[in-house]
């Protein structure tokens, strides 16, 4: 395959950006869309030019490093797939594939293809967990879940935090990501003691760090790698508002 690639390149947080195209032949179709960027990288050293740097760890879509806006789409054109799992195959000989960062001013770029998203990390801290000290892991069968419960907790633990929804929602939410793990730990028995604290406490973390609101257009869900429902924000806001009135009355 023949392909221009239109890469956003920019040094550093503080400097100014542009895309720049790259003519790159002889990729395979069966390569991922990581592999192709190897190889762009290996010529671009040979040639004694800055290679782009982008984020990648897995490569199996479990950790959500490779995030990245493919022809305007987050993690590219095929759904429910995270850019590592992403092949070339999908893409035509002679194709123009535009590269970017995630578009949001809670993930500033610290280089090319890489941001920063430790936004996320403080949103964790601000509530996701459970702090109280149990000791070591209890057998697996001393508490009973329902099969419903853990089902639920399962679906929004699914979540690996890489942004996609932030970067594709018009206004910049990260509710998804956000409501994924309030809900997972909302849904199981551990998680209760500190419900309406945690879902406070996350949800103000969340707007503190610049995240925008969610105006329920779902777009989301559609950029999701691991297709997380939109279900999940609703159930936050019930949460939320239900923490809100019962603090206030307290």
């Given at each position: 395959?023949?392909?221009?690639?239109?890469?956003?390149r920019?040094?550093?947080?503080?400097?100014?950006?542009?895309?720049?195209?790259?003519?790159?032949?002889?990729?395979?179709?069966?390569?991922?869309?990581?592999?192709?960027?190897?190889?762009l990288?290996?010529?671009?050293?040979?040639?004694?030019?800055?290679p782009?740097?982008?984020?990648?760890?897995?490569?199996?879509?479990?950790?959500?490093?490779?995030?990245?806006?493919?022809?305007?789409?987050?993690?590219?054109?095929?759904?429910?797939?995270?850019t590592?799992?992403?092949?070339?195959?999908s893409?035509?000989?002679?194709?123009?594939?535009?590269?970017e960062?995630?578009?949001?001013?809670?993930?500033?770029v610290i280089?090319?293809?890489?941001?920063?998203?430790?936004?996320?990390?403080?949103?964790?801290?601000?509530?996701?967990?459970?702090?109280?000290?149990?000791?070591g892991?209890?057998?697996?069968?001393?508490?009973?879940?329902p099969?419903?419960?853990?089902?639920?907790?399962?679906?929004?633990a699914?979540?690996?935090?890489?942004?996609?929804?932030?970067?594709?929602c018009?206004?910049?939410?990260?509710?998804?990501?956000?409501?994924?793990?309030?809900?997972?730990l909302?849904?199981?028995?551990?998680?209760?003691?500190?419900?309406?604290?945690?879902?406070?406490?996350?949800?103000?973390?969340h707007?503190?760090?610049?995240?925008?609101?969610?105006?329920?257009?779902?777009?989301?869900?559609?950029?999701?790698?691991?297709?997380?429902s939109?279900?999940?924000?609703?159930?936050l806001?019930?949460?939320?508002?239900?923490?809100?009135?019962?603090?206030?009355?307290?």
């Open positions: 395959m023949k392909l221009t690639l239109y890469i956003w920019q040094k550093s947080r503080t400097s100014g950006g542009q895309m720049v195209a790259y003519p790159l032949d002889g990729i395979s179709p069966d390569m991922s869309f990581l592999e192709m960027l190897d190889v990288n290996e010529q671009l050293v040979k040639k004694g030019e800055e782009v740097a982008f984020d990648h760890d897995c490569r199996e879509g479990i950790c959500g490093s490779c995030s990245m806006m493919i022809n305007g789409l987050a993690h590219g054109p095929e759904r429910g797939t995270t590592c799992q992403l092949h070339m195959r893409f035509a000989d002679g194709d123009a594939i535009y590269i960062p995630w578009r949001a001013k809670a993930f500033p280089k090319d293809l890489v941001c920063d998203r430790s936004a996320f990390d403080r949103v964790i801290q601000a509530g996701g967990f459970v702090s109280v000290n149990t000791g892991a209890p057998d697996g069968n001393a508490l009973p879940v099969k419903v419960d853990a089902e639920r907790a399962m679906d929004a699914e979540c690996i935090g890489c942004g996609a929804c932030v970067a594709a018009p206004n910049a939410s990260a509710m998804l990501f956000l409501s994924a793990k309030v809900g997972h909302g849904a199981m028995p551990q998680g209760q003691p500190e419900r309406q604290t945690r879902v406070r406490a996350m949800v103000m973390q707007d503190r760090e610049g995240f925008g609101h969610c105006t329920n257009i779902s777009e989301c869900e559609a950029a999701c790698p691991k297709e997380i939109v279900e999940f924000i609703a159930q806001n019930r949460d939320f508002i239900g923490s809100t009135v019962n603090a206030t009355v307290k």
